[in-house]
Nanobody, 120 residues
Framework: VHLVESGGGLVYAGGSLRLSCAASGMIFSINSMNWSRQAPGKQRELVAGITSGGITNYADSVKCRFAISRDKAKNPVYLQMNILQTEETAFYYC???????????????WGPGTQVTVSS
């Protein structure tokens, strides 16, 4: 199983970016899919998540600015980020709870991450 993020890059403060994450491999089902970020010198923090049923949750700092979604097939997952701030410069990681085949074991998988840089 592999997760790959895309859509990172450089944006000016107040701008928007849309991140995508696609899972591939020996997948039976995908449960929750999430985005976390880690800024230099800071701990990794959970930004947003979405369950297989479409229930979403957000960090307080991004509510009303970020939106997580997934298509009907539940893969890929997107993170629309609006009104980005310089302090949100970080590596953004997609991670998901995936049931893999053939043994239908569940574990969390992480993508390699994508850099988001917000310039003033």
């Amino acid at each position: 199983v592999h997760l790959v993020e895309s859509g990172g890059g450089l944006v000016y403060a107040g701008g928007s970016l849309r991140l995508s994450c696609a899972a591939s491999g020996m997948i039976f089902s995908i449960n929750s899919m999430n985005w976390s970020r880690q800024a230099p010198g800071k701990q990794r923090e959970l930004v947003a998540g979405i369950t297989s049923g479409g229930i979403t949750n957000y960090a307080d700092s991004v509510k009303c600015r970020f939106a997580i979604s997934r298509d009907k097939a539940k893969n890929p997952v997107y993170l629309q980020m609006n009104i980005l701030q310089t302090e949100e410069t970080a590596f953004y990681y997609c991670h998901a709870a995936i049931v893999s085949i053939p043994f239908r074991t569940t574990r969390e998988y992480w993508g390699p991450g994508t850099q988001v840089t917000v310039s003033s």
